[in-house]
T-cell receptor, first 113, second 112 residues
Framework: DAGVIQSPRHEVTEMGQEVTLRCKPISGHNSLFWYRQTMMRGLELLIYFNNNVPIDDSGMPEDRFSAKMPNASFSTLKIQPSEPRDSAVYFC???????????FGDGTRLSIL | QKEVEQDPGPLSVPEGAIVSLNCTYSNSAFQYFMWYRQYSRKGPELLMYTYSSGNKEDGRFTAQVDKSSKYISLFIRDSQPSDSATYLCAMSAPGGYQKVTFGIGTKLQVIP
């Protein structure tokens, strides 16, 4: 079975550019999560969706970050404009429902120069 | 103070040893507890999950939850070099496995 698929796996871009990260959840999973992982802060929840609807975005660092889920099989996390402090590994995860734990993709390693 | 405390290690053990990994937490509302394993440059992989207190065993892995002490553990028996990874504890409050708080992760190295 295909797991959570993220693209791109690596992204290097210059400060000020727009960055778009993409995620395809596991088929049939109704919940989708975006996380950021850094050495200093570990894994932090940014936002999550249930049935394509954003439920909690309190972890989104600031207005430069936005996330959408236009359908059950696709979500994006956008950073505009990007800054060097946004450099991190961004993970997407999905779960069948709130009573089941999450399964993670392999992440996008983002470097902002 | 962080809600979930976990020693980042590294923890080095010889092959075959019993490994004990631990987390403490401060939020008494946490009821769902998970352990994830993360290999270098990969995503976290779910190892075990449990609701409320007690023990759960799966092969060489045993998870324990002591809610009275706000302390959870993962034991690995007969550790193998392939167990070398970072182990993250995770937990969430009532409402299910949605708004999860992770520990920083403990890096484990099993020496052949």
């Amino acid at each position: 079975d295909a797991g959570v698929i993220q693209s791109p796996r690596h992204e290097v871009t210059e400060m000020g550019q727009e960055v778009t990260l993409r995620c395809k959840p596991i088929s049939g999973h109704n919940s989708l999560f975006w996380y950021r992982q850094t050495m200093m802060r570990g894994l932090e929840l940014l936002i999550y969706f249930n049935n394509n609807v954003p439920i909690d975005d309190s972890g989104m660092p600031e207005d430069r970050f936005s996330a959408k889920m236009p359908n059950a099989s696709f979500s994006t996390l956008k950073i505009q404009p990007s800054e060097p402090r946004d450099s991190a590994v961004y993970f997407c995860a999905s779960s069948p429902n709130q009573d089941q734990p999450q399964h993670f993709g392999d992440g996008t390693r983002l470097s902002i120069l | 103070q962080k809600e979930v405390e976990q020693d980042p290690g590294p923890l080095s053990v010889p092959e075959g040893a019993i490994v004990s990994l631990n987390c403490t937490y401060s939020n008494s509302a946490f009821q769902y507890f998970m352990w994830y394993r993360q290999y270098s440059r990969k995503g976290p992989e779910l190892l075990m999950y449990t609701y409320s207190s007690g023990n759960k065993e799966d092969g060489r892995f045993t998870a324990q939850v002591d809610k009275s002490s706000k302390y959870i553990s993962l034991f690995i028996r007969d550790s193998q070099p392939s167990d070398s990874a970072t182990y993250l504890c995770a937990m969430s409050a009532p409402g299910g496995y949605q708004k999860v708080t992770f520990g920083i992760g403990t890096k484990l190295q099993v020496i052949p």
